[in-house]
């Protein structure tokens, strides 16, 4: 066998080869697209439906007397969460209430701590003592206006400063 020849067959032979492998190349792609690409059949249904929603408008006009074919919009409110009552202390509640009087003796207010203006005081008893501060109190000192004239605070929180403040005094 010549040369040439030897070198034609094995030319040949890779050209086969070649050829071969890219059908096979071709066949596969084609069996892949039907597997996967069928949604891009222009004419299938699904295909159609979804061009339709794409390019669908935003918003459709109703002329009076028309049914509205879709729902009127349910407009739902997220929950708010429940205001959460906050209860001040006898501290916080003498600090924004009552400190501005009875932190200096403002108007005869008795001073906070001040044994000697409040031992005559606290032998009324407890009660006495809550009811006037929650009802405003005018005595021979001053005027003690109801509940410092925070009205927006509760009896209870107004009688928890009175035991802050009558705490201080021991
Ligand atoms: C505007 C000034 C003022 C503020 C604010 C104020 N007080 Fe008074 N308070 C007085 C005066 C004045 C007296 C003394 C009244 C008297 O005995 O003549 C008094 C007296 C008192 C007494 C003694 C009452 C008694 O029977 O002797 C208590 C208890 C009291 N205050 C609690 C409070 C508390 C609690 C607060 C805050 C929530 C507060 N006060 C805020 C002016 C004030």
């Known amino acids: 066998m010549s040369r040439d020849q030897k070198f034609f067959d094995m030319y040949s032979l890779v050209i086969g080869v070649l050829a071969a492998i890219a059908l096979a190349i071709l066949v596969l792609t084609m069996k892949m697209q039907d597997l996967t690409q069928d949604v891009y059949v222009r004419d299938a249904a699904e295909y159609q439906q979804a061009v ?4 669908q408008p935003v918003g459709q006009v109703y002329l009076p007397g028309e049914q509205h074919s879709a729902a009127a919009p349910t407009v739902t409110t997220p929950a708010q969460p429940e205001p959460v009552a906050t209860v001040m202390t006898g ?80």
Not at 52 to 55: E, F, G, Q
Not at 104 to 124: F, H, K, N, Y
Not at 127 to 133: F, G, P, S, V, Y
Request: net charge negative; with cysteine.
């Open 52 to 55: 339709l929603s794409r390019i």
């Open 91 to 170: 501290p916080q509640v003498y600090n924004s209430a009552c400190s501005a009087c009875h932190g200096a003796g403002i108007g005869g207010a008795p001073v906070l701590g001040d044994a000697a203006q409040w031992v005559e005081r606290i032998s009324q008893g407890d009660e006495t003592l809550k009811r006037h501060a929650i009802e405003g109190f005018t005595g021979s000192a001053g005027y003690m206006p109801p509940k410092g004239g925070r009205l927006d605070l509760s009896d209870a929180e107004i009688e928890s400063a009175v035991d802050f403040m009558v705490g201080e005094v021991n």
